[in-house]
């Protein structure tokens, strides 16, 4: 039987100063979806109010913008797919194997608290099932709860982009909240990379997580293997 996987974007389009615009870093969501369908698996995109969601304009230049994000761009009817994405409200959680959230730091808004969110990941991970994310998609964990009213994150290794890369990025302050450090307080073992922007991938059971852009393939690959396994 096929696998299907729920791929999670964001609606957000400007951080807090509308002045300075964000969105999905493409790449993130790129990678993924090339590695799961490469396997024929079907994808479906969600986001937490459903509808449009835009792209990070960094990600969209050189040497950010690489052959995968490039080939999306090109394409009508990929690019199509992120002007409709369903909402949590539209979602069978029953259907998925797996829940994968995307970044861009436009994720740091729109999925820590998004209920919609929460419910579809709590259904999936107490399922026996796989809940992955790379880069700023980790905050789409920072508040799920499972059924006995412990956070998911809890205990569990994970990664997610770092704060130092946060200040080399040079955004740490207009960011909502230091990411990093919120896993931390919600108990999570959090590790990164000796080296900023480089991969890293962390598989804890069936959570599977990357830190940064850079780690989109090892990240998508780790959660094929699972699958796979």
């Not at 929460?118 to 991970?125: A, E, H, M, S, Y």
């Not at 080399?168 to 080296?195: F, H």
């Not at 830190?211 to 690959?221: I, L, V």
Request: aromatic share 10%.
């Amino acid at each position: 039987m096929t696998k299907r996987i729920l791929n999670v974007v964001s609606n957000v389009a400007h951080f807090d100063d509308h002045d300075h615009p964000t969105g999905l870093w493409l790449s993130e969501l790129t990678h993924a979806w090339d590695a799961f369908a490469a396997q024929g698996w079907e994808q479906t995109l969600v986001s937490p109010k459903g509808g449009k969601s835009l792209l990070e304009r960094r990600a969209l230049k050189w040497p950010l913008l690489d052959a995968s994000a490039k080939a999306w761009l090109n394409d009508p009817a990929k690019m199509a797919l992120l002007d409709n994405t369903a909402s949590p409200s539209q979602i069978d959680p029953d259907a998925f194997d797996v829940i994968y959230f995307t970044g861009g730091h436009a994720a740091m808004w729109d999925f820590p608290d998004s209920e919609g969110l929460q419910r579809i990941t709590r259904w999936i991970w107490e399922s026996g099932r796989i809940v992955g994310a790379v880069c700023h998609g980790y905050c789409g964990l920072l508040n799920t709860r499972l059924s006995d009213g412990e956070l998911l994150v809890k205990n569990r290794r994970l990664t997610g982009f770092s704060w130092r890369e946060e200040v080399l990025a040079g955004v740490a302050k207009e960011m909502p909240y230091n990411a990093e450090q919120q896993m931390k307080d919600r108990g999570a073992d959090y590790s990164k990379a000796l080296l900023p922007f480089v991969s890293y991938t962390v598989t804890d059971g069936r959570l599977v997580t990357g830190q940064n852009p850079g780690s989109a393939k090892a990240t998508a690959r780790a959660v094929v293997k699972l699958l796979k396994d």
